[in-house]
T-cell receptor, first 114, second 114 residues
Framework: AQSVAQPEDQVNVAEGNPLTVKCTYS??????LFWYVQYPNRGLQFLLK??????LVKGSYGFEAEFNKSQTSFHLKKPSALVSDSALYFC????????????FGTGTRLLVSP | EAGVAQSPRYKIIEKRQSVAFWCNPI?????LYWYQQILGQGPKLLIQ????????DSQLPKDRFSAERLKGVDSTLKIQPAKLEDSAVYLC????????????FGEGSWLTVV
């Protein structure tokens, strides 16, 4: 089955430090990968996506993600974390079962401390 | 441009009662999705429409859930009768087409069944 895995339930980082939120995928063929963020009592906001091309994808709010085919990973990164980055982050993969849809990971809670 | 609109934002009902959620997608988006997000889990696709036709409802509990998109624009998701385990956030999303485009989410409708 095509899926993504987020191995960490929570990531803690101090403000100003770099952050990484991990995601690995299991997909046959070329993956279309996405990151979304969910703030408390809000819907999902699109951050960035990888379709093809450059392995380093830049997105909203200073986030970027690195696609690594050999490690089947698509980790989300930011050079300097802000307290306001504290939220729930979801990795997702577009799967094709006749019609294309997004399948989400279980989410990683990011907590940035002042 | 206006985002995906959902209402109501919050709803509390007793088990065995019914509830309906409304969604208006981004203008021009042909594909509309309803996702269910249970606390602590990633969103799960319930149903996907392409214009006014259903293309995937494999995970919709059809004995109690129904959805329609009669004119190919806005959509309604209904639950009748509700169970305690239906307590979740119901996320509506849309994309320009079902192939390769970014999916944009609404703020969600938060349902508590007591």
């Amino acid at each position: 089955a095509q899926s993504v895995a987020q191995p960490e339930d929570q990531v803690n980082v101090a403000e100003g430090n770099p952050l990484t939120v991990k995601c690995t995928y299991s997909v046959s063929g070329n993956p279309y990968l996405f990151w979304y963020v969910q703030y408390p009592n809000r819907g999902l906001q699109f951050l960035l996506k990888y379709i093809t091309g450059d392995n380093l994808v830049k997105g909203s709010y200073g986030f970027e993600a690195e696609f690594n085919k050999s490690q089947t990973s698509f980790h989300l990164k930011k050079p300097s974390a802000l307290v306001s980055d504290s939220a729930l982050y979801f990795c997702a993969v577009r799967v094709n079962t006749g019609f294309q849809k997004l399948v989400f990971g279980t989410g990683t809670r990011l907590l940035v401390s002042p | 441009e206006a985002g995906v609109a959902q209402s109501p934002r919050y709803k509390i009902i007793e088990k065995r009662q019914s509830v309906a959620f409304w969604c208006n997608p981004i203008s021009g988006h042909a594909t509309l999705y309803w996702y269910q997000q249970i606390l602590g889990q990633g969103p799960k696709l319930l149903i996907q429409f392409q214009n006014n036709g259903v293309v995937d409802d494999s995970q919709l509990p059809k004995d109690r859930f129904s959805a329609e998109r009669l004119k190919g624009v806005d959509s309604t998701l209904k639950i009748q009768p509700a169970k305690l385990e239906d307590s979740a956030v119901y996320l509506c999303a849309s994309s320009f087409s079902e192939s390769g485009n970014t999916i944009y989410f609404g703020e969600g409708s938060w349902l508590t069944v007591v």
